[in-house]
């Protein structure tokens, strides 16, 4: 059985008239969004092998939150290709992750992440299925399971466990 946290992106800054998009920072609000998200993953004992995540700044920044509170957490490891990435792209990725990591967590961005959870969910808990298909607001994570190996991901293969948003946890 293998694992995938897909999460989106913590709240970031509005973009200023100079500031690109890339660039943009955590706000607050992102802050203790990811922290809390962090702190659930670490109560809840979760490990992963790798952290993938958009190279973009405010991914990065959601990585760094996580690990203020996340014991386990890897080091991250940001791929340019990610930014604003397409659910195929982010399946492309993870497709290539081979036959050693038995979880990974991917940080991105919308719609590319709430796209691929939704197209890779063929089951598990109803409400948490339901709750994923409405919205995947800034720092939501989902939590998939599936058995066949990262190369085989393919739609309805994994199971949701669990969909937080960090509302639900404080």
């Not at 913590?10 to 609000?29: H, V």
């Not at 036959?99 to 109803?126: I, K, S, T």
Request: aromatic fraction near 4%; include cysteine.
């Amino acid at each position: 059985m293998r694992r995938l946290l897909l999460m989106r992106h913590a709240k970031a800054a509005r973009g200023g008239a100079t500031g690109s998009d890339y660039e943009r920072p955590l706000d607050d609000r992102g802050w203790r969004a990811a922290v809390l998200v962090g702190a659930h993953l670490e109560r809840s004992g979760a490990r992963v092998d790798a952290l993938l995540c958009s190279a973009a700044r405010r991914t990065r920044e959601t990585c760094e939150a996580l690990a203020l509170a996340w014991r386990a957490a890897p080091v991250p490891v940001p791929i340019g290709d990610l930014y604003l990435a397409e659910p195929a792209a982010l399946l492309a990725t993870l497709r290539q992750l081979g036959d050693a990591p038995r979880a990974a967590m991917l940080v991105g961005h919308n719609p590319g992440v709430h796209a691929l959870a939704d197209a890779l969910c063929g089951g598990g808990d109803r409400a948490a299925q339901q709750r994923l298909r409405d919205r995947f607001p800034t720092a939501a994570l989902a939590d998939l399971r599936f058995d066949s190996p990262w190369s085989g991901l393919r739609r309805g293969c994994a199971r949701l466990e669990s969909f937080v948003a960090p509302r639900d946890l404080v």
